[in-house]
């Protein structure tokens, strides 16, 4: 693998940064030395295992443990009769905590999955055979987990960025000679990563540690600090290494309930979730039913915009699916209206995945477009091209750098988009019709303060110590690339230490903001680092170390309107006769900042696109309404793409710098999905002539022609 995909492995050139290296961590990974946080041997270790609800909505009338509290290995049964209180009326990093934190605190139910009780055993078999065998009983009342965008009780929440008005929008879809006027929906979808959640917990000396497998150790310290009400430094948390996370892992009731147990067995306790747990306990993406009207003058000129978006929450929180979000900096209109509606439903509270907002929203806004550009008889690239805004369309603000047509006419030349017959239905290969399709991605650029510590060795090395999490991304390697550049040595002479909340506060890895956060503390350390060492004088024995705080200096940034593009493109193959849809190449184009690792970031952009194949074509959860729980919540029941259904994904990126920008990373873990499905979609109407605009595009929709949201 290294030889093949590697153009440089070790140059021990000052510049590191750029070159393509392989992940410092990847031969422990390959090789099973490194470890996770749910096969990390402790001595007298006990295991939990969650008990689900199988209601959806009542009480809990009983829990019944005196009859498994006798079967082999069993240490405890906890619940809500019995655990620990904890204080959840606090406000984390993101507001305030999913109310998921109140975990055997009370007797209620609001959902399929809502977990009634843990055992603890010494094996883990042992504490799962008792868990299954327990029996719980309820007083159950009518739920209802039926979504629709005219469900009543459907309300705008308040808070920034739920309604968003700028011209006068009915008028301007009068005047306008082409309006599309279309509804699209997508499905309730799971980020379920390979590594499960999974944490152990001990007091140790009067200290609470926590091994865990998270998106960030100071933000689940910190958390878990105040439900307990201790002292934040007496709390640590660890992730060395995360098997994927894409939104999932904050604080969850893993970590609580090991923290619970931990505490009242006084021994080390580990929860590790299973698979079909996942899907009730982690979060997830919400359906959305979304209607977008676009209004144009005859060339395709935009005078109306209007994105209206509906999703779920649960009962016991409200989480919006902010999806009407995604053309207010992507378009210029002489009226724009968005607006993020929601009902609330006896279901599990949806979360951040991957692209929150920007995913499905960009599969609606980005098909319209397309209907659009039919109508209107312009070519879709020039259409995106004529409707390209000088400043934010929305907040007037100046761009802080725009390549979106750069990317679109890079990817164009490559994808050999010039030769495209615009008509649909017309090209066929044997069984297959053929069809090509694009769309726009965009995804905000954001920064969160962040500490990091720098230490110059008395052996000539460097170490870099700051609570990153790499969940897969490879953000241990870039951070080794740019210590390495702005210490001006080969990046073999740096070692970079993440994942320990001991570190010190940082920001998580979400948003796209993780590399791009992290980076600039780190930069920051070793500027001051560069300054004292060049003073002269030996190094001592214990190094010499430098902190950075970028809180003043993030909070010091200009107002712009701050954002990665990209440009999709896909072919797809389209058998009218099973329904089957094949994606036969796909291509991404990106403009995103400054690449460090091209690489890493070449894998980061084709998952995300992978994801959008996934997306368009596969996924989607389906729940029962007589139960109100998942039918088939697991990997046979939920499906996702497999390596036979991904052909060949082509990402690269141009240049995309701003000059202005302290650190000039933008951040690439999100952008890769969006747009995916809506390039894929388009290919699908041009190989077919039929607009498909239910996701999943499942064969029973090719064969009934587009196919009713429900269907
Ligand atoms: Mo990501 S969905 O911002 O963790």
Request: aromatic fraction near 6%; charged fraction near 20%; glycine fraction near 10%.
């Amino acid at each position: 693998m290294t030889a093949r995909t590697t153009t440089t492995t070790s140059t021990g050139s000052a510049s590191a940064a750029g070159a393509s290296f392989t992940r410092v961590e990847g031969r422990e990974k390959v090789t099973g030395a490194a470890r996770y946080a749910g096969e990390i041997p402790f001595a007298e270790l006990a295991h939990g295992w969650l008990v689900l609800s199988t209601i959806a909505r009542g009480r809990i009338l009983s829990v019944e443990s005196d009859a498994v509290r006798t079967m082999p290995g069993v240490l405890a049964v906890l619940h809500h009769g019995n655990a620990p209180r904890v204080d959840s009326d606090y406000i984390s990093m993101l507001g305030p905590p999913d109310p998921i934190v109140e975990v055997f605190q009370h007797d209620r139910v609001p959902f399929v999955g809502w977990p009634v009780a843990l055992v603890v055993a010494e094996t883990s078999e042992q504490a799962r055979e008792a868990a299954e065998a327990l029996v719980v009983r309820y007083e159950e009342k009518s739920h209802d987990v039926a979504f629709s965008a005219g469900h009543p009780g459907t309300y705008t929440p308040d808070g920034d960025g739920m309604l968003v008005e700028k011209g006068d929008l009915e008028a301007e879809l009068a005047a306008s000679a082409h309006v599309v006027d279309a509804e699209y929906t997508t499905p309730e979808e799971h980020h379920s990563s390979m590594e499960p959640h999974a944490a152990m917990a001990r007091w140790d000396s009067g200290r609470l540690e926590v091994v865990d497998s998270n998106q960030g150790s100071t933000w689940v310290a910190d958390e878990l600090a105040k439900l307990f009400s201790l002292d934040p430094a007496s709390v640590r948390v660890r992730s060395e290494h995360v098997g994927g996370a894409f939104g999932s892992k904050g604080v969850r009731v893993h970590q609580i309930l090991a923290v619970m147990a931990a505490t009242l067995l006084d021994r080390p306790v580990r929860v590790v979730l299973s698979r079909r747990q996942l899907f009730s306990l982690t979060g997830y993406r919400s359906p959305t039913a979304q209607r977008v009207r676009l209004g144009a003058d005859a060339d395709g000129r935009l005078r109306a915009v209007d994105h209206q978006s509906h999703s779920l929450t649960s009962t016991v929180h409200e989480f919006v699916e902010s999806s009407a979000g995604f053309g207010r900096p992507m378009y210029a209109s002489d009226a724009h209206r968005s607006v993020n509606r929601v009902v609330r439903l006896d279901v599990p509270t949806p979360t951040y995945m991957r692209a929150p907002g920007e995913a499905p929203g960009s599969f609606a806004l980005e098909s319209a477009l397309d209907e659009l550009a039919e109508r209107c008889g312009v070519d879709p690239i020039a259409l995106r091209a004529r409707n390209e805004p000088d400043v934010g369309p929305v907040s007037g603000l100046p761009f802080a750098s725009r390549n979106l047509l750069s990317a679109f006419q890079e990817g164009a030349r490559r994808f050999g988009w010039a030769d495209r017959d615009p008509r649909p239905g017309l090209r066929r290969e044997g069984r297959w019709l053929l069809g090509t399709g694009t769309a726009a991605a965009t995804f905000p650029v954001i920064v969160a303060p962040s500490t990091a510590a720098v230490t110059a060795e008395a052996d000539g090395t460097f170490t870099v110590r700051i609570t990153a999490a790499d969940v897969g991304t490879g953000a241990r390697t870039a951070l080794t690339l740019i210590a390495a550049e702005a210490l001006e040595v080969p990046q073999e002479r740096v070692h970079v230490r993440i994942g320990d909340s001991d570190f010190g506060q940082a920001a998580i890895s979400g948003g796209s903001m993780g590399t791009r956060s992290w980076g600039w503390a780190v930069t920051a350390a070793v500027a001051e680092l560069r300054e004292q060492l060049a003073l002269g004088g030996d190094i001592p024995p214990q190094g010499i170390t430098v902190r950075s705080d970028t809180a003043a200096a993030v909070g010091g940034l200009s107002k712009k309107e701050r954002h990665s593009y990209g440009a999709q493109f896909a072919e797809v193959a389209v058998d009218v006769t099973t329904g089957e849809v094949r994606v036969r190449r796909m291509l991404g184009m990106f403009a995103a900042g400054r690449i460090i690792n091209p690489l890493t970031a070449r894998s980061q952009f084709v998952g995300g696109m992978t994801w959008g194949l996934s997306m368009a074509l596969h996924e989607e959860a389906h729940r029962d309404q007589a139960t109100g729980g998942h039918v088939g919540a697991d990997f046979a029941g939920y499906h996702f793409a497999a390596n036979a259904d991904v052909p060949l994904i082509e990402a690269d990126w141009v240049q995309d710098t701003d000059a202005d920008d302290p650190i000039d990373i933008k951040g690439i873990g999100e952008i890769g999905i969006v747009g995916a499905a809506a390039a894929i979609a388009n290919a699908v109407w041009h190989a077919t002539g039929v607009r498909h605009r239910n996701l999943p595009i499942r064969p029973d929709r090719i064969l009934n022609g587009g196919g009713a949201p429900g269907a």
